[in-house]
């Protein structure tokens, strides 16, 4: 039996807000499509479909078919993977949300042997708390959770079944796989489903799921300081973001003084030096060098350590260019390349009443402080 696994990642995540949709966050030191892909290790091939790079670089070193772009709602995207696994005849189909990065081992086990006697099974759960419906604001009714479910992924399907229901489904909504074959009165199976199996809609979700997967944690303090002067004929970079300006920063790399001060903090809370450790100024490798790249470092030395950021804090120091426009960006860039949540990261800035050097607007600085939680 020819086993396939559709991963699910086109979603914008706009109930989790920012920029960097939800999947490719980090949980636990690795991408949430990351654990989401190695759950589905049971199956012969892996079909992701979503955007292709932040999807290539998230599950590089895992075998995986061609990412094929997602579309509108769930529904299509699940449409267009099935699509592009036809070729390869698969017997049967295992969908899964890249938003579901845990799945307790014995599941896929489970529901490969429902599809034993239904052409349909999925995980479930259940519903145990008492249910109400309710209109601005105010109950106006008790729903009988007797007999109600909560529905998972993986969902598993004969492939040929699931792929002609969906190509006749185009245009009428589902929000999940199962719904197809109920409306086509064929057979969907139960099995256990799990209170560990969390879908990421927001970012508790995502604190919950990491504290459950990494037990203990002990919350550690780092800080950064940077400063540059001001240098003509050069772009102003600060915080990963360009800023028109009429001169930039000088030094060996890109001078983003910003990013220099919180990888200086990260590497702080990690007691791993600084960023000249990491990156010499006298390698040439590093001249002009897109600081980026170092945050990203830093950022994967916390996952490598098994840690989290809990929050990195950012102030800006200097009399111009005014930062407060380009804040929202800023922090939109840094949450992107450290890989968290929008809410975990503050960008700010202060002048220093036109005094020293940032006052006379011959340069910038900048400080940083980060928190990092390490296993105790
Ligand atoms: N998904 C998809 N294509 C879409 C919409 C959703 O592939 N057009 C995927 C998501 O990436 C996610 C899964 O379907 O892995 C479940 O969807 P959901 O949790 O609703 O994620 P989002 O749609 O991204 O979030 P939101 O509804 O808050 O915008
Ligand atoms: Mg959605």
Request: one cysteine or more; hydrophobic letters at 50%.
């Amino acid at each position: 039996m020819r086993v396939a696994a559709l991963l699910v990642a086109a979603g914008s995540g706009r109930r989790f807000g920012g920029e960097t949709p939800k999947q490719f966050l980090t949980l636990a030191g690795r991408p949430v499509i990351r654990w989401a892909a190695e759950a589905l290790a049971p199956a012969d091939l892996l079909q992701p479909v979503g955007p292709a790079e932040p999807i290539f670089s998230a599950l590089a070193g895992l075998d995986h078919l061609p990412v094929v772009p997602g579309g509108a709602e769930r529904q299509d995207s699940v449409r267009l993977g099935l699509e592009a696994l036809a070729p390869h005849a698969p017997d049967v189909v295992l969908v899964h949300d890249a938003a579901r990065p845990v799945v307790p081992a014995g599941t896929i086990a489970a529901l490969l042997r429902a599809l034993g006697d239904a052409p349909g099974a999925i995980p479930a759960l259940p519903v145990g708390d008492t249910l109400k419906r309710a209109e601005g604001g105010r109950i106006v009714g008790t729903v009988d959770r007797a007999g109600l479910f909560r529905a998972q992924t993986p969902q598993a399907f004969r492939f040929s079944l699931l792929l002609d229901l969906h190509r006749r489904a185009a245009g009428r909504a589902a929000t999940d796989d199962a719904m197809l074959l109920e409306a086509a009165g064929r057979a969907v199976r139960l099995v256990a489903g799990s209170e560990a199996n969390v879908k990421v809609t927001t970012p508790e979700d995502l604190a919950r799921l990491e504290q459950a997967l990494l037990g203990p944690l002990l919350p550690r303090v780092g800080t950064g300081f940077d400063v540059h002067a001001f240098a003509p004929g050069r772009r102003l970079l600060l915080c990963g973001i360009e800023i028109p300006y009429d001169q930039g920063l000088a030094g060996h790399s890109d001078a983003d003084v910003g990013i220099h001060a919180l990888c200086d903090a990260v590497y702080g809370a990690l007691a791993e030096g600084d960023i000249g450790r990491h990156f010499p100024p006298s390698e040439a490798a590093w001249k002009d060098a897109d600081s980026a790249r170092f945050l990203i470092h830093a950022a994967g030395r916390v996952a490598a350590r098994g840690g989290v950021l809990a929050n990195v804090d950012v102030t800006l120091i200097c009399e111009r260019p005014k930062i407060a426009p380009y804040a929202p960006a800023m922090i939109a860039r840094l949450a992107g390349l450290l890989g968290v949540a929008e809410s975990r990261v503050s960008v700010k800035a202060t002048t220093t009443e036109r005094l020293g050097f940032a006052g006379r607007g011959e340069g910038i600085a900048a400080q940083a402080a980060v928190s990092v939680l390490l296993p105790a």
